[in-house]
């Protein structure tokens, strides 16, 4: 590219020279995530992607967009980028999961207001790295660079993913009935969620980035804060072969009072034993220093919980010891039961 032809923008604090870098640098990235159904190399226009229907009778595209929200400022103060980027991989992909989908591929949006392409490249290799562990195809994305649109050194991301099922096998909470049980998958901590008030309580903490996070081991803030949303694909499709779940929720904002209920029919409601599951310090930490009640961080954050299955109470001992030989930890957590007849209520109880 001749530098005469872009100078005029160059001026105007677009480096298109450095876009065409990060291109050059990433490719290896996007390479490395490529399934059979990829057809396109990154830099057209569109991606293309031809999946496979075979065993399909109906299939169905399911798609989902997110962010990672506030947890972004943590990564400028931290000066950390490496792992946001599978969070945002996670928070659209662990979402379609929970009706059953395959993910087939990822996009990602990628804008700043001075493009960093070290910086641009390390929170890509995230995306890639969330992509291989959904086993989806990083198929294209867009990196903008807009000047006065974010403050120096900040970034923001989108990512939008699409994923496939057949309509016979798409899960949608409707076959759920009293006696069912809940299983719940561990979280990796926050996740990507309730980072406001995350970052409201660390700022009145004192705690510093290298400090050692409270009762995490040795671990520093920087490190529990900044804990990669955990992918729940390769164990959750795993379980969709062989046994009868009947409806899935991805615990993200809104936690379990607004989330479980998605995918409940009207006339049962989801009690939920508190002190069934090992609960995480960060969540300790920010009800203490925070001064928050339990009911507070399961309405703010996942608690704990990234993931909820609703099982035959006869297969829910097996969910678990299979989930758990994906290294991640699982407990049955509680039941369906019927709701009262005119509907009111919540329709999660929590038993403290």
């Known amino acids: ?6 100078k005029a923008y160059t001026q105007a604090g677009v480096n298109i020279q450095a876009g065409n870098d990060l291109v050059a640098r990433i490719k290896h990235l996007v390479a490395s995530t490529q399934t059979r159904g990829v057809i396109s190399d990154i830099g057209g226009f569109g991606g293309l992607f031809r999946p496979d229907l075979s065993g399909m009778s ?43 989908a395959n993910p087939l591929f990822f996009l990602d949006y990628f804008a700043t207001g001075k493009l960093d392409v070290d910086t641009a490249q390390t929170v890509i ?34 990512g939008f993913c699409v994923g496939i099922v057949d309509n016979a096998r798409l899960i949608d909470g409707s076959g759920i009935q009293v006696g069912d049980e809940i299983v ?34 040795g671990a520093s803030v920087r490190e529990t804060l900044l804990t990669p949303t955990i992918i729940y694909v390769e164990a959750v499709r795993s379980l969709l072969r062989d ?10 904002g ?19 034993n508190f002190g069934s599951w090992q609960m995480p310090p960060v969540f300790h930490w920010l009800k203490t220093a925070g001064k928050l009640t339990w009911p507070e961080i399961l309405q703010i954050f996942n608690g704990g919980i990234g993931y ?19 290294s991640l930890r699982a407990w049955r957590i509680g039941e369906i039961a019927r709701r009262a007849k005119d509907g009111s209520g919540e329709q999660v109880i929590i038993t403290f």
């Open 58 to 100: 109906e299939p169905v595209l399911v798609s989902s967009t997110d962010g990672v929200g506030t947890k972004l400022k943590l990564a400028f103060a931290f000066d950390k980028h490496d792992s946001v980027g599978v969070d945002l991989v996670a928070m659209s992909v662990n979402d379609i999961l929970v009706q059953g």
């Open 254 to 272: 809104g936690g379990f009072y607004d989330n479980i209920p998605r995918v409940l029919p009207a006339q049962v409601e989801a009690r939920i």
């Open 308 to 326: 909820i299955l609703v099982l035959p109470p006869e297969q829910a001992e097996e969910a678990v010891n299979r989930i758990q030989a994906f």
């Open 1 to 6: 590219m001749s530098s005469n032809r872009a």
């Open 184 to 217: 719940g998958i561990a979280s990796s901590g926050l996740h990507s969620n309730g980072y406001s008030l995350v970052r409201k309580i660390l700022g009145e903490s004192g705690l510093q980035p290298d400090d050692a996070f409270p009762g995490a081991d």
């Open 125 to 158: 290799s995230g995306v890639a790295e969330g992509c291989r562990q959904a086993g989806c195809a990083l198929l294209g994305g867009e990196t903008a660079e807009m000047p006065d649109m974010y403050a120096p050194g900040e970034y923001d991301l989108a």
């Open 243 to 252: 046994l009868n779940v009947k409806g899935m929720a991805h615990i993200t």
